[in-house]
């Protein structure tokens, strides 16, 4: 396995509490696996890709438990020169935002080039030309000329690809990347992910893909894991949970998702808003908007149910739903 996330946990201590952000994780992705992370904001998905990038911010946040193992080494036990030597050259991030992530005084070809002169200590003027290659690479157009450009005079999904040329830039074993394509138009958004896609199979990268977004996940994810308020709340391959998904959370996600079939019907919502991470419910924290609840979902905290088909092992599939078998045959309680 390339990275082993296991019961991680973090917190961010706040003038009015502690707000609990990650409760035990677990998951893993290997060598040119694919794995997406789902959830509304506030779920914990970008806090735990920080906590594996070692980007988190401390204080306020905190790491109070688990492991994050990278090629079987834990990375929370090493020092921070440590963890910034494997930052880039062995695993690297491409934020959400990349209009904010990229230095707007520098060009984009001294920040691509950066990368090759502070891990590889190659001269400025090969690191410029390794620049170029890169942005041939991610797509674009003229980039002998336009490296000297900065990131404003770029368009965003531009601006995109070349977060996604400074992550590849070293050829990393594993990418995160962070809602990559919001604030895209869809087409763009098609692009971006079509080009993550092509170059993780050409380099045979982990990627570990962060989205609110199922659609964006339906072609690219080979599987899925499902957070809220923390926690993971189910895990299956891809296939799996748009078939017939095995906990309510995420049943109410697919529902919201709109569908040609459906033409003139009002959207389906998800009642209620995400729980409070300094007061999260009792029991199982997604009873207070499920539709399933029952009693013993107000007091008794749901394991990562092991997923079974017919009495067999249902290809690794994970619901902390006591209704599991309810919500895997579409029943409503």
């Not at 994780?25 to 906590?51: C, H, R």
């Not at 003139?264 to 997604?286: D, R, T």
Request: with cysteine.
């Amino acid at each position: 396995m390339l990275l082993e996330v296991r019961d991680l946990r973090v917190e961010f201590r706040t003038r009015d509490g502690v707000a609990k952000a990650v409760n035990g994780v677990d998951y893993g992705v290997d060598a040119g696996e694919t794995l997406a992370v789902l959830g509304e904001s506030g779920s914990g998905k970008s806090v735990t890709a920080q906590a594996v990038m070692g980007i988190l911010d401390i204080p306020p946040g905190r790491i109070t438990g688990g492991e994050i193992l990278f090629r079987g080494q834990d990375l929370l036990t090493l020092k921070e020169e440590e963890r910034r030597r494997i930052r880039g050259a062995e695993m690297a991030m491409i934020f959400q935002d990349a209009l904010s992530s990229l230095n707007p005084v520098l060009s984009v070809g001294d920040q691509l080039g950066e990368m090759f002169v502070v891990h590889r200590g190659m001269s400025r003027k090969d690191a410029r030309a390794k620049a170029v290659e890169l942005m041939d690479r991610v797509r674009i157009p003229a980039a002998a000329e336009r490296v000297r450009q900065y990131p404003h005079q770029f368009s965003g999904g531009m601006r995109q690809r070349i977060m996604i040329a400074m992550a590849l830039a070293l050829e990393p074993a594993l990418i995160i990347a962070d809602e990559p394509t919001t604030a895209l138009d869809v087409t763009v958004q098609a692009q971006v992910m079509e080009l993550l896609a092509e170059l993780q199979r050409e380099y045979r990268m982990g990627l570990v893909l962060i989205t609110h977004d199922l659609g964006v996940v339906a072609d690219v994810a080979d599987r899925i894991v499902v957070m809220y308020a923390g926690r993971i709340v189910e895990s299956a391959p891809v296939h799996d949970i748009y078939k017939a998904p095995a906990h309510p959370y995420t049943r109410g996600l697919l529902d919201s998702v709109p569908r040609l079939d459906q033409k003139g019907q009002e959207l389906y919502a998800i009642k209620g808003l995400p729980p409070n991470l300094m007061n999260i419910p009792s029991g199982c924290p997604f009873h207070p908007r499920c539709p399933m609840a029952q009693d013993v979902c107000r007091t008794d905290v749901p394991p990562l149910y092991e997923v079974t088909h017919a009495g067999e092992s249902d290809g690794g599939r994970g619901s902390a739903c006591h209704f599991w078998r309810e919500c895997l045959h579409g029943l409503d309680r």
